[in-house]
């Protein structure tokens, strides 16, 4: 019996939320007992909240640290976009799981070697890339009319003093600094630096 490792990830609050995370390990629970994998508890590895375009995953390292390490026989993942968002990085992790002779197995994916199966599966990854693309600039569009319709601050945060009040056109001045201009403090020191060294 093969020594296999759960990989899943969730992106987002949303997801985390819909409780897809385990969805996905139960759904690589089910498809290890049938293929015949034997995963050890430890070795379920879940990264929760950490978007699939970056590598710096604590979940992901774990199990290319495993793999380098020669105590997997194979990693279990639910799809190549839960592995990774961007077809290179899929690539990159395949290849070094290869190297480490670790077979990688998907459920949503063909399992053989099979120049056609190996191509889909890049389509599927350039599919995945490109509606990750599609989704961030879908968000950029609407944060950019808002913006211009008032609804939302195209500043990063609030200004120093301020608080943003939702639902609402406005930022209210927080309330210990009532009768102190936000803008301007008084004394010497930290306090009597400008808004943007103060709020370090």
């Not at 995370?21 to 430890?42: K, M, R």
């Not at 993942?77 to 968002?85: A, E, I, K, N």
């Not at 943003?164 to 210990?176: E, L, P, Q, T």
């Not at 102190?180 to 930290?190: C, E, F, I, M, Y």
């Amino acid at each position: 019996m093969k020594i296999a490792a759960i990989y899943a990830r969730v992106s987002s609050s949303q997801q985390k939320e819909k409780n897809t995370i385990a969805g996905q390990t139960a759904a690589l629970h089910e498809f290890a007992h049938e293929q015949g994998f034997s995963v050890p508890d430890e070795w379920v590895i879940e990264d929760e909240g950490f978007s699939g375009t970056s590598l710096l995953r604590p979940g992901l390292e774990r199990l290319r640290d495993l793999a380098a390490e020669g105590q997997l026989q194979a990693i279990l993942v639910y799809s190549p976009d839960r592995l990774s968002r961007k077809y290179a990085y899929q690539v990159l992790l395949l290849e070094e799981f290869i190297r480490n002779g670790v077979e990688t197995c998907f459920i949503n994916a063909p399992h053989s070697d099979s120049a056609e199966d190996q191509l889909l599966l890049q389509l599927q990854g350039m599919i995945a890339e490109y509606e990750r693309a599609q989704l961030l600039e879908r968000y950029r569009r609407g944060k950019r009319h808002r913006a211009r319709t008032g609804d939302v601050a195209v500043l990063g945060g609030a200004p120093c003093g301020y608080r943003y009040i939702r639902k609402m056109h406005d930022a209210g001045v927080i309330g210990s600094r009532k009768g102190t201009s936000p803008l301007r403090s008084h004394g010497t020191g930290r306090d009597s630096l400008p808004s943007s060294g103060s709020c370090r």
